[in-house]
């Protein structure tokens, strides 16, 4: 019996090639040639522009250049005399604008003072007011209480255990009466507003520094028919106002006819009433003291002390406040602060009492 032969199935095994990654070229030679020319022909219009723009630059800005000769120290003097020729100039205009403004201002003599009104008789030199200060051993202290345009204002005022001055606002759209607060008041001041150029100006009926010397004598002398018997007056506000010198004088001279005497409540540094009060050869009433700028008991009796230790200096001090809750607090339980002073009305500062 022959044996059985197993068919038995050969397998072969398929050996796969690898593939071999061949770069694709994106870009023919002629892309290439392309972009090379493209990049020369912007960066010589780059180097071109680049040139005529600096060409133009030097025709239409020459500069100067300081000899090389020159050492540093010749070029700073050389400088320092253009500025001086400079300052000269302005100096020299500033002369002629002066020169100018007093030819067009009324001259202090031709100013007729009005003697209807009874004025307090102010002492004329600063010596002796310093002396009158002092005749009784306490230097004197005004306290001004602003912007009173109400009774009750005026009764916490008059409730104080000090003499305190108000001042009053004269009529305006909102408080038409406020001149009959001075009714039977022996003491007081007119509160006038004066410009500031800020948004105040548009709430009182208030001067501007550009008003006509007609504008300015007929307000004054409507001031002096609302407050007959005032005698002195100070500004609210006015700080553009005061800092003007022709519109400064117009209303000095304007006051000093109708009997007012004009207390600087320096709402600006460069007030030039001190100026124009020396031109007429008076002298220069000013605020020392705001009292009520921060509006704190503490702060105000700080205020308080600071304008004592100004009296002690000079003799005597004007200090400044307002109708605030805090202040009439503050000046209720400030005695003990202004017991080396004599707290006295405005009008009682350089009254001659001889």
């Known amino acids: ?31 290439k040639l392309l972009f090379i020319f493209i990049i020369i022909i912007i960066a010589s219009a780059l180097v071109f522009s680049y040139s005529l723009g600096k060409r133009d630059g030097l025709a239409q800005h020459k500069v100067v250049k300081a000899p090389q000769k020159h050492t540093a120290l010749e070029f700073l003097e050389e400088l320092s005399k253009i500025e001086s020729i400079k300052e000269k100039k302005i100096k020299e205009k500033k002369v002629q604008e002066k020169k100018v403004l007093k030819e067009t201002l009324p001259k202090v003599e031709e100013i007729v ?84 150029g800020k948004r105040y100006d548009k709430y009182h009926t208030v001067l501007m520094k550009n008003d006509t010397k007609k504008t300015i004598d007929d307000r004054v002398k409507e001031i002096r028919k609302l407050f007959p018997t005032a005698h002195y007056l100070n500004n609210h506000i006015g700080s553009k106002f005061t800092r003007d010198y022709k519109a400064t004088y117009r209303l000095y001279a304007a006051l000093r006819k109708e009997g007012f005497i ?48 100004i009296a002690k200096k000079k003799g005597y001090a004007i200090a400044i406040g307002h109708p605030h809750r805090v202040t009439m607090r503050a000046l209720r339980s400030a005695e003990d602060i202004l017991k080396d002073v004599e707290v006295v009305y405005m009008d009682e500062l350089f009254e001659d009492k001889k």
């Open 1 to 31: 019996m022959a044996p059985k032969v197993q068919n038995k199935t050969i397998t072969k095994r398929v050996v796969k090639k690898k593939h071999v990654y061949k770069p694709v070229e994106r870009y023919s030679l002629w892309h």
């Open 262 to 309: 004009f207390v600087d409540s320096r709402t600006i540094g460069s007030s030039k009433v001190r100026e124009v009060a020396k031109q007429f050869k008076d002298i220069y009433i000013g605020r020392d003291i705001f009292i009520d700028n921060q509006r704190r008991v503490s702060r105000i009796h700080k205020q308080l002390r600071r304008v004592v230790r």
């Open 113 to 196: 003072k009005v003697e209807e009104v009874k004025k307090p008789l102010l002492i004329k030199r600063i010596g002796k007011i310093k002396k009158y200060a002092l005749e009784n051993g306490k230097p004197k202290l005004v306290i001004i209480i602003d912007d009173v345009c109400s009774e009750k204002q005026l009764r916490k005022i008059k409730e104080l255990p000090m003499n305190v001055t108000p001042s009053i606002f004269p009529p305006y759209k909102y408080s038409i009466d406020n001149h009959k607060l001075a009714e039977g008041l022996e003491h007081y001041m007119v509160h006038l507003p004066l410009e500031s």
